[in-house]
């Protein structure tokens, strides 16, 4: 939930390398929780958040305005133009977006922890009925 949708994607890939783990999968994630149809509520959330957190001034109208600057430019002109025009818009939605994704990175950790011991468990199951009499 980061306040640049071109940083999304590298951010994820580099994430992914320095973890070890799967870069489709964490690009398809990202697809999933940041598209067109969330995006917008994301944004202003992060906004409404941030801004109220770290006690910067910056208005809606001024935020839209940096997100089009930031969406119009390649990677390398969003990060110029971010440099430019907003630090402390960056920290407020860098601060929003924290603790928006808290909540929702931790239901996904235990969504997904159970979604791969459920899968272990028929795994073992599986093989128990495969080789009755020995044990996994």
Not at 67 to 93: K, T
């Amino acid at each position: 939930m980061t306040p640049t949708i071109p940083f999304h994607t590298v951010l994820i890939l580099i994430f992914c390398v320095l973890g070890r783990g799967n870069a489709v999968a964490g690009v398809l994630a990202s697809l999933l929780v940041s598209n067109p149809f969330t995006i917008p509520f994301q944004y202003y959330g992060a906004w409404k958040i941030g801004t109220y957190l770290s006690g910067d001034p910056i208005s809606w109208q001024q935020a839209r305005a940096i997100m089009g600057g930031v969406r119009d430019a390649g990677f390398l002109g969003a990060a110029s133009f971010l440099y430019d025009h907003g630090p402390s818009f960056v920290e407020s939605f860098l601060v929003g977006g924290i603790v928006l994704a808290l909540p929702f990175g931790v239901a996904a950790y235990f969504l997904a922890l159970a979604l791969y011991l459920k899968h272990q468990r028929r795994r073992q199951m599986r093989a128990l009925v495969r080789r009755p009499g020995k044990c996994p």
